[in-house]
């Protein structure tokens, strides 16, 4: 089963639009850590966000923003005025701590295309 | 500081062959990372390596795939006599802790090789 679910393959918004890209998440941890990376034209991954599980405090980082919610498994990042600078591919993850497992699962990603 | 670091940055080979795929980690981080991303998709782990113990090689597809980390430090992947399934970008990622563990468990992802196999 897919421990991560990007249902949104792609999106695109038209530039200063608001944009939210949902994740979804299945683990049976009750210690487990979600990411954010994006993925630009360039190919080279960049980490944007790392949230554990024990905090469901929403993080705010510029235009970035991103809503950890426990109750639906789920961690949704939201760009807010999107530009054209966004425009990538963007993939949530999730590290369990219990099961043994050591590395990423990594949702499909999700392709945002911000037109100017 | 400086990143992690991959070469080549692409390697096209002839079905068959084998080929080297280098990783250079960020100093101090102990925990290294193989994924491979076939066009368009998400990324496979493949291996991790953590410290002095015994790798992960959960990940890896077939025994054609084997991997090294020397000193704690640069890793090469191999893949013995290629084939064509095999095309793909291969990622490293290096975190100063584990990804299992608390702490500073975020990954750092080199550029990545395009491997081409014809």
């Known amino acids: 089963a897919q421990k991560v679910t990007q249902a949104q393959t792609e999106i695109s918004v038209v530039e200063k639009e608001d944009v939210t890209l949902d994740c979804v998440y299945e683990t049976r941890d009750t210690t487990y850590y979600l990411f954010w990376y994006k993925q630009p034209p360039s190919g080279e991954l960049v980490f944007l966000i790392r949230r554990n599980s024990f905090d469901e405090q929403n993080e705010i980082s510029g235009r970035y923003s991103w809503n950890f919610q426990k109750s639906t498994s789920s961690f949704n990042f939201t760009i807010t005025a999107s530009q054209v600078v966004d425009s990538a591919v963007y993939f949530c993850a999730l590290s369990e701590t219990q099961t043994g497992a050591n590395n990423l699962f990594f949702g499909t990603g999700t392709r945002l295309t911000v037109i100017p | 500081g400086a990143g992690v670091s991959q070469s080549p940055s692409n390697k096209v080979t002839e079905k068959g062959k084998d080929v080297e795929l280098r990783c250079d980690p960020i100093?101090?981080?102990?925990?290294l990372y193989w994924y491979r991303q076939r066009l368009g998709q998400g990324l496979e782990f493949l291996i991790y390596?953590?410290?002095?113990?015994?790798?992960?090689k959960s990940g890896l597809p077939s025994d054609r795939f084997s991997a090294e980390r020397t000193g704690g430090s640069v890793s090469t992947l191999t893949i013995q006599r290629t084939q064509q399934e095999d095309s793909a970008v291969y990622l490293c990622a290096s975190s100063l802790v584990g990804a299992g563990t608390s702490g500073r468990n975020e990954q750092f992802f080199g550029p990545g090789t395009r491997l081409t196999v014809l």
């Open positions: 100093s101090g981080h102990t925990a």
């Open positions: 390596f953590q410290g002095n113990s015994a790798p992960d």
